[in-house]
């Protein structure tokens, strides 16, 4: 079954206690990215990327890191938390080639404190 | 940048009635796709529907349909005999032809009244 998969699915944690977001795709897709979720805002973009060692800034990077060692993967760091990235997650990811949809994990809920 | 609008935060409908969202985006591109996603309670999102730009005829999935008006940069759906299952938020994307970026809007909450 084409998914896209990401855990946890729930997080609390403390303010500066590095935390690590997995996501990873089984469709070969070439585009992966990671986006937070907020009420009112809708989807912002943190990071993409376009290919395995490719990634760039997405709209609101500031705090994570993000790395894309293997094409399936793409992890989403949070080096030291804080509460102000209290938020849901999504990992996606989508054909660069066939201009299809995204495809979407399940969502993470952070929560630091 | 692209920009995707979504104007409604929050709507209504009667179950078994007729209910339109709507969404407008700015582009400046001629050749791109346009989404509906659907994001129930559980969070996860799903595809709802999916609009090609040079495609004129709107696209339309059982109770599902589009009213793209490529002139205006309108993209509104519409869902037909609304069912319980139905109440979601929704999210209109806007992603250029050729290109890897999703461009989202702020969403719009429906909620379906028995």
């Known amino acids: 079954e084409a998914q896209v998969t990401q855990n946890p699915r729930y997080l609390i944690t403390v303010t500066g206690k590095k935390l690590t977001v997995t996501c990873s795709q089984n469709?070969?897709?070439?585009?992966m990215s990671w986006y937070r979720q907020d009420p009112g805002l809708g989807l912002r973009q943190i990071y993409y990327s376009m290919n395995v060692e490719v990634t760039d800034k997405g709209d609101v990077p500031e705090g994570y890191k993000v790395s894309r060692k293997e094409k399936r993967n793409f992890p989403l760091i949070l080096e030291s938390p804080s509460p102000n990235q209290t938020s849901l997650y999504f990992c996606?990811?989508?054909?660069?080639?066939?201009?299809?949809?995204?495809?979407f994990g399940q969502g993470t809920r952070l929560t630091v404190v | 940048a692209q920009t995707v609008t979504q104007s409604q935060p929050e709507m209504s409908v009667q179950e078994a009635e007729t209910v339109t969202l709507s969404c407008t985006y700015d582009?400046?591109?001629?050749?791109?796709?346009l989404f509906w996603y659907k994001q129930p309670p559980s969070r996860q999102m799903i595809l709802v529907i999916r609009?090609?730009?040079?495609?004129?005829q709107n696209a339309t999935e059982n109770r599902f349909s589009v009213n793209f008006q490529k002139a205006a940069k309108s993209f509104s759906l519409k869902i037909s005999d609304s069912q319980l299952g139905d109440a979601a938020m929704y999210f209109c994307a806007y992603r250029r032809r050729g290109g890897n970026q999703f461009y989202f809007g702020t969403g719009t909450s429906l909620t379906v009244i028995p």
């Open positions: 996606a990811s989508s054909s660069q080639r066939r201009n299809t949809e995204a495809f």
């Open positions: 609009q090609e730009a040079y495609k004129q």
């Open positions: 582009t400046s591109e001629s050749d791109y796709y």
């Open positions: 469709m070969n897709h070439e585009y």
